[in-house]
């Protein structure tokens, strides 16, 4: 379950506070440049130096354990690897009887039973996403030369971001944001009608990050107050460009070479320092629960990269998918 | 690509004006009583009788030609055929080389090359869901007693669905809607955190579904605009009940047992009775394009058997992946 | 778990005595030329009209239902289609409390419960190779012009097949033989290490052909009597023509250019008409059992057919993998 | 490709001389009793003490990095690692333009260019067993009662094995030889008609572990001599007991109740202290090859913990697709 994609296959490990987390990136072709500092920069992209992510230190630092010979890669899977060095075990072993509102203490508790590790949200934790980010910097490295970008646009419901947050601050609650995914230079032809669409799999892939409740692609929920006419992107030239694009690039489930297009919906941040009602499992009152330490006002902000990393395994994968059809040219 | 499913796996075939088209589900427990009329009652609700919806006759009588013995499932697969009577090739095959706008006519062309069947939009047929209602029926049976329902809330912008459909049809246009989806019933602890959280697997089938663009969980989109204080679903019993669904039933990317909530943005009928511009692939030049034929108004009128089939499909699946885990809880 | 393959994907279904059966396959390229007499040939040489398979008529006609548009294929999944229309139920219901010694009735009672359709073996029935040999005829034209071919060597011991086969009818016994295969113009670099070796992935198919208990590639079981300097094969060119070909043309999990070399035994026919001692699951009392109709006295004369598509399907999957990799050569 | 398994998932990774070699375990359900020092018996046993596998020192300890808290499995993803101290890159890069025979240099060379990592056979080495060997021990836990014992029955053609071994090194040549498996205790109903057959997994695997080349199961090759009389195993049980085990504890692919018998060929070890005759694919004249440094005589000393753990994890993946089958029985 770990595992996503089928030729460019990531598996995800680890916990937040446990010895170490990681990924494992499967079927990436040989001889494509990558050394550790080739990580660092989407690393950091991921701790934007801005109000609203924690100032808790993190050692991001990746170590590249397996898969590259000579600063190459070599065929076989890369491991890429984070210790985990700041280890705080105290606080959270209490979330397990107390779930905290918002969270999967519950859930987790329910599926794993008494044996999860709570322990900064354990394997559910965000931190995980640092495996993404560094996969993704393989898979950009693999679909060059598409160009993916992703940014905020907006959080708290307001394009004001910096304010909409120090006001959220003030106010000792959190805000969620909006992320829009743009991939430039997508070849057509990528993705598949059943069951295999672009969508469903970009989908599948963004839905995993914690925090992410809802994607559309083009004009997504827009398109229900358009008519076929407006909705409809016109063909205007014979390389498949389009007028409009309320399609996001997608036709019948596959690229059509105009520029991918989607939205990411970001919750607010579950973890906010106000007290707050929940219950204790175990003896079945209603109590309150100050969750402690410092946590993302706007767990949106550091969105974009991994978004853009989902974005380039998916591409990944589909590109390999797709290089393998030998189509057979009628001789006529 | 066809596939879906880990252990209830469904596999699709057909093209819409092909000799048949179908599927075959993989992974169903023996002993669930089933027989051909019992398809019949969800077949029918994909072709509602109300205006919005093409009147073409189609013949969707399904044969249950394996995976059954004595009115039973035998615990092989299951395969489920239609035939189609109505074939028409004539109007199709000018579409690869002068592509229907917000069609897959370009891309198929593309990814196929000259070798796609474009008969009624072939394998990308809307016509292919039949397969996927008639799986739902078997996978809704399996999953009993979860209760799945989906209804069309809205339709062009408007929530008076027939006359906004009426004036579609005046305008000789086409209009999108909105299909809420609700499941109740579901026992906590389905799904995983990374990568197949609930979100993610239903988001995969949902985005195949030809002319869904966008798919939210709970408040999804509308979440950006509330505070952590207010998104936090607060538990008050210890059957992990919540005040309010925010969350749309899933924390971490595994079901808490509150009613799974989301909803799908289906965009506007790309086929409408206008002339349309479009590009000749051959010559280069701009032409003219009118699509003959009846076509739906609104497709969106269709999607609430298809959406509550796909939903069914992906329980059913995760139901048999979690009953698998024997957690062995602690003597003391 | 009907299904195998990761591009190039079968999916069967079906059972003996029911309605249909039939295999779907998934990944096939666009453009290949293919119409339901292509399948003859083929579906013939598993019906092989020697002695020691049984006379009883099947009716083998194959019908081509999606996937191929104008005589060619379009790249999406091609249905291929058997009707049962010799079907028999009486005799098959008794096998459920009386298991026949050497066949599934025991283990498909246990696994599947009374539900089970026993008649002919159902699922488990060896009718459903001609699914096998139909994607068989798919994959060699896709691989085409790699060749294959196998052939029966030996049965009840002896290279005199023939005679061998008579003898065990008049003893009214049955007997099993060794199928060699072999594959000519297979392409350096198929395959994968872990854990997709060119044998993992061939074997994988060849054990779920009913009554093949043993696989061997190369010198495979005799190599154990050889010592390193006797096995390992001398390159000889260039090209990676080998002296010997002792490792089966497979070195590491990975297909090295000289022909693909490999054994299967075949176990003797459980059905025999004797009198056989078994038990009754209901009674617990030992009983004497007796098998009536005609079955093959050596299944193993029809395995030659079912064999080499087995292998085309395994390569035809492999080769779509490997075409993906798009290797950097170094620029110097 | 480096994954094995459907619910009990192994992912595989790591180089003989680069930084580390490990295992991810993904689908462990939570609760299960997990050290470092559970691992360290059968790692032992994969370094026998015995004439024939070679003195030089490998660094086998392992490290559990995720998945384990308290001593427990959590359900998320284990990690196992091995760090490699003893790197030695000298060797091996010569390998590249001069293969050594019976090794995966050329299919290496040919498959990821210029970009495999030679060293003591990168990805490709037997080193990478280790981690086989280590997810074997927490499948082990999973599936008891369940035991398998696998043992080396001859070497070399003999079956007084060290003195075989001894008369091998004397000769400065290597030999193979014959690892007998049995699980007993294996519940009835594991495996699949098609394409999952307990055989097809068992070998897939089996077949994926460096110089492995044939697999046979019960009587396998010896079957083809037997007649179908004295083959079949007669039930003389209830509980599914046969009278002889011919069919190795498999009917129709599923696992009968009886032992699971088979036996696996282990080539001759292809490096021997010898000058061979090889290639030079850059000159194309021939040339002689002598490889340094101490290597196994007989490999086959290793394998008995090996085919253990494999059996182990085919096993437990069984029985966790097996658990999912809710089986409905009538109520008459």
């Not at 219950?279 to 309150?288: A, E, F, M, R, Y």
């Given at each position: 379950m770990n595992?996503?994609?089928?030729?460019?296959?990531v598996s995800?490990?680890?916990?937040?506070?446990?010895?170490?987390?990681g990924i494992i990136v499967d079927g990436c072709p040989s001889g494509i440049l990558l050394e550790e500092k080739d990580l660092e920069p989407d690393i950091q992209r991921r701790n934007p130096?801005?109000?609203?992510?924690?100032?808790?230190?993190?050692?991001?630092?990746?170590?590249?354990l397996s898969g590259v010979y000579g600063g190459k890669t070599t065929g076989s899977p890369i491991h890429m690897m984070f210790a985990n060095t700041n280890i705080d075990s105290g606080v959270y072993e209490a979330f397990k009887d107390v779930p905290r509102p918002g969270h999967a203490d519950y859930t987790a508790r329910k599926k794993f039973g008494d044996f999860h590790d709570t322990r900064g949200g354990g394997h559910f934790s965000g931190r995980l996403t640092l495996g993404i980010v560094a996969a993704g910097v393989v898979a950009k490295k693999m679909i060059a030369p598409i160009s993916i970008q992703a940014r905020?646009?907006?959080?708290?419901g307001s394009t004001h971001i910096q304010e909409a947050i120090k006001r959220a601050q003030k106010a000792k609650n959190s805000i969620g944001g909006i992320v829009e995914g743009k991939a430039v230079g997508v070849p057509v032809g990528l993705g598949e009608p059943f069951f295999d669409s672009v969508e469903s799999v970009l989908s599948h892939i963004l839905f995993s990050i914690p925090a992410i409740k809802g994607v559309e692609f083009g004009s997504g929920f827009r398109s229900v107050q358009m008519t076929g006419e407006e909705h409809n992107d016109r063909i205007i030239d014979k390389d498949g460009t389009t007028e409009s694009n309320h399609s996001g690039g997608i036709?019948?489930?596959i690229t059509n070479g105009n520029p991918l297009l989607f939205r990411v919906a970001v919750k607010p941040t579950a973890s906010i320092p106000q007290m707050q009602r929940t219950?204790?499992?175990?003896?079945?009152?209603?109590?309150?629960l100050e969750i402690q330490g410092r946590h993302d006002t706007c767990i949106a902000l550091r969105m974009p990269v991994i978004v853009e990393a989902a974005t380039a395994i998916v591409l990944a994968d589909l590109m390999l998918l797709e290089q393998r059809t030998p189509r057979i040219e009628p001789s006529s």
């Open positions: 595992s996503f994609g089928r030729i460019f296959r995800i490990y680890g916990e937040s506070h446990g010895p170490s987390l130096p801005l109000e609203g992510t924690t100032p808790r230190k993190e050692d991001d630092r990746p170590q590249l905020l646009t907006e959080a708290g036709n019948g489930g219950i204790n499992l175990k003896t079945g009152q209603l109590t309150d």
